[in-house]
């Protein structure tokens, strides 16, 4: 198991803790799993979710509900898409091809 393994299963058991403020559980899930997908970790430095952009991205959309809205607009079109071109949400769509990429 590599370093950037055992980095992300940390991040993982702390962002477990965090309670969004502005999205329901799913909507923080799918913008955890994008920023993920948009910004990995990898062997030299941590990725979006080790910088906590998902919390900060909460944090900004709870001072701002139009820029709530939008977001949340934007999570239901990707899942939309998703379900609509492979049957799936985008999270379990994400969740798939990251384990063709460990492995």
Not at 4 to 20: C, G, H, L, W
Not at 81 to 94: D, I, K
Request: negative net charge.
């Amino acid at each position: 198991m590599s370093t950037v393994d055992d980095e992300f299963r940390k991040q993982i058991a702390t962002s477990m803790n965090y309670t969004p403020k502005s999205f329901f559980s799913h909507e923080y899930e799918t913008l955890k799993a994008l920023c993920e997908a948009i910004i990995p970790a990898d062997v030299a430095s941590g990725g979006a979710i080790e910088a906590g952009v998902p919390e900060f991205i909460d944090f900004t959309a709870s001072e701002n509900s139009d820029y709530q809205l939008q977001l949340v607009a934007g999570l239901n079109w990707l899942d939309d898409t998703c379900v609509e071109r492979y049957g799936e949400w985008f999270l379990a769509c994400a969740l798939r091809n990251s384990r063709k990429f460990s492995t």
